[in-house]
């Protein structure tokens, strides 16, 4: 009895070999059907690198805008084209619209000049952007007056703001 099992179980495994080497073959004809494609080749463009202007906002400062793109080459099939942009309206514009700079704190009064001053180093440029690497600026200096009591000083406020509205 185990005999006949064991060679049930020999037939089987013919069977199941005998269909993988038939799936093999079929496999290899179907390949050997197919056309060989002949390699592309390779254009070598004597085209430039693209040179991006700066992106000009469609209204305002900041937000969308467009910036135009040209190259040089005599054999190029285009050497305009106008790509889509975003000026981020929180940047300072200041020092160019794409160019971020992270600033250390304000430093001290110069009593002199009655400025104070602080440095930025370059954080990021969009599409790169022609930026300077570190950046000043100054502002006036805050007066120095006494602190006003709280209640005082939100009336003045709520009065200054009611007098711009009236302008």
């Known amino acids: 009895m185990q005999s006949q099992q064991y060679v049930q179980q ?17 496999a290899d004809m179907a390949e050997a059907g197919k056309k060989e494609k002949p390699e592309k080749k390779v254009k070598k463009s004597d085209c ?20 135009e793109g040209t190259r040089t080459g005599a054999e190029c099939k285009q050497t305009m084209k106008t790509q889509r ?35 930025g180093s370059l954080k990021r440029a969009l599409h790169n952007a022609d930026c ?25 406020k709520k009065e200054g703001k009611k007098q711009e509205k009236m302008l």
Request: glycine fraction near 8%; hydrophobic fraction near 35%; proline fraction near 5%.
């Open 85 to 119: 942009c975003k000026i981020p309206c929180n940047w300072k514009k200041q020092f160019g619209a794409e160019c971020k700079y992270q600033f250390q704190a304000w430093g001290e009064c110069d009593l002199n000049t009655a400025l104070k001053t602080r440095t």
């Open 10 to 26: 020999r037939r089987k495994f013919a069977a199941a070999f005998l269909a993988f080497i038939f799936i093999l073959a079929a």
């Open 48 to 67: 430039g690198e693209w040179q991006w202007s700066v992106c000009v906002p469609t209204s305002g400062d900041c937000g969308l805008g467009t910036r």
């Open 132 to 156: 300077q690497k570190t950046v000043t600026i100054s502002k006036p200096c805050g007066k120095l007056t006494k602190p006003k009591p709280q209640a005082e000083s939100k009336k003045k």
